[in-house]
């Protein structure tokens, strides 16, 4: 059987290794280091934000948004029914909950028209998704949560350098964060960034990070004992993961454009299968395709198709998932399946087709040819 084609596969070359030697000789090898402190301008400056602090993971950075905006038991957050579950069980830790809204079928994001009727005394925060690195309608988000006096922190986990009108993903909420897990288009494996225009917010976020610290630049330059101020986590990223996301963003820009490039390949290839449907990108919005993700006609049993791809060395994957019908929410939020139709018809039909920096137009050749295959017995 010729090689296997994964669904995803992270890019890493000599450039990773020499940094990664070189911070490793350093002696600085824990959070909070130089490779910190540089990924964190470099990632402000990238997508245009104030202040970034970096993170273990877009989970914990979610948790911490959450917290230093005050959000917390008896509050509500609304959030997209179709994403990767960490956005609501960020709420849940907060200590709020988690209100599910149906999704746009066509963008798979937060569908905008269904978002007010969700909105109650409670409601503290929007939490928009940018689905898969598309961006969600961030103009009618900002403007519902401006007239309903909400926070509104984005969960790009799959989104850097996606653009919404020209402007990055990111850079619109009260708060933004970022995942560098391995799925994602640049990465340190692991790893997470939070960005907001507000600095205290960055600084509080960063106390939080260590332990609930007093900030270092309270305690100048003077030794001083630092107090513990707060009840914080441990959610610093090592400078051995920041070394090596600071060599994949200076990439990010090249990763998007070949990624593009085989997303436009694929598109026009499934021409070919017409119980296929290819992703939708809105005209004012850079896709940064995370995920490529298609939607198969309802006669199609996706379930049986992934495995049988897998047999002929196609790794495939369901898109992401219907939170209202995950079993950690049922009692907690509303989770009625007649209020999320679209999110139910595309986590059931929806497939992840491999994508990945170094994938040439032969592997698409091959995935395209061996779907039709498989779709024919
Ligand atoms: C939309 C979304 N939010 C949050 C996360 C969590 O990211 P991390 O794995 O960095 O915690 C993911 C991960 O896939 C995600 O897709």
């Given amino acids: 059987m010729p090689n296997k084609i994964p669904l995803t596969k992270p890019f890493f070359n000599e450039f990773e290794l020499e940094e990664l030697k070189k911070v490793l000789e350093s002696g600085w090898v824990a959070g ?73 079928p066509k963008t798979f994001n937060i569908d905008t028209n269904k978002i007010e009727e969700k909105i109650t005394s409670k409601t503290k925060a929007i939490m928009p998704v ?47 964060c970022f995942s560098f897990h391995a799925r994602k288009n640049i990465t340190s494996g692991e790893g997470g960034m939070i960005a907001s225009n ?30 513990f101020v707060k009840l914080g986590y441990n959610y610093k990223l090592s400078d051995i993961a920041a070394s090596i996301v600071l060599v994949q963003l200076k990439r990010s820009e090249q990763y998007v454009k070949k990624r593009n490039e085989l997303a436009e390949y694929y598109n026009n290839k499934l021409k070919e299968i017409s119980t296929i449907t290819v992703p939708f990108v809105e005209k004012h919005n850079r896709h940064a395709y995370q995920s490529y993700i298609v939607l198969l006609d309802k006669k199609i049993n996706r379930n049986d198709l992934i495995v049988k791809l897998g047999e002929k060395g196609i790794q495939t994957q369901i898109g992401t998932y219907s939170l209202h019908r995950q079993p950690v929410y ?16 595309v986590f059931d039909h929806s497939l992840a087709l491999p994508m990945y920096y170094e994938m040439s137009f032969d592997d698409i050749d091959r995935v395209v040819d061996t779907l039709k295959e498989v779709l024919k017995e």
């Fill in 32 to 104: 909070q280091g130089p490779k910190n402190k540089e990924l964190e301008k470099e990632f402000a400056e990238y997508i245009g934000i104030g202040h970034t602090v970096c993170n273990t993971n877009c989970t914990t950075a979610l948790h911490l948004s959450l917290l230093v905006l005050g959000i917390k038991k008896g509050d509500e957050v609304i959030v997209p029914d179709y994403t990767f579950p960490a956005t609501a069980h960020a709420v849940l830790y907060a200590g709020a909950t988690p209100v599910f809204v149906d999704i746009d």
């Fill in 130 to 176: 940018h689905t898969f690195g598309q961006c969600a309608e961030m103009d009618e988000i900002l403007k519902i949560a401006k007239k309903n006096n909400l926070f509104v922190i984005e969960d790009a986990a799959c989104a850097v350098g996606s653009k919404y009108k020209e402007k990055f993903a990111g850079s619109f909420g009260d708060m933004s």
């Fill in 198 to 227: 507000n600095p205290k917010l960055i600084e509080d976020a960063r106390s939080m990070s260590c332990f609930g610290i007093e900030s270092a630049y309270a305690r100048e330059n003077k030794f001083q004992v630092p107090q």
């Fill in 330 to 345: 049922q009692g907690i939020t509303d989770c009625e399946e007649k209020n999320f139709p679209n999110s139910s018809f």
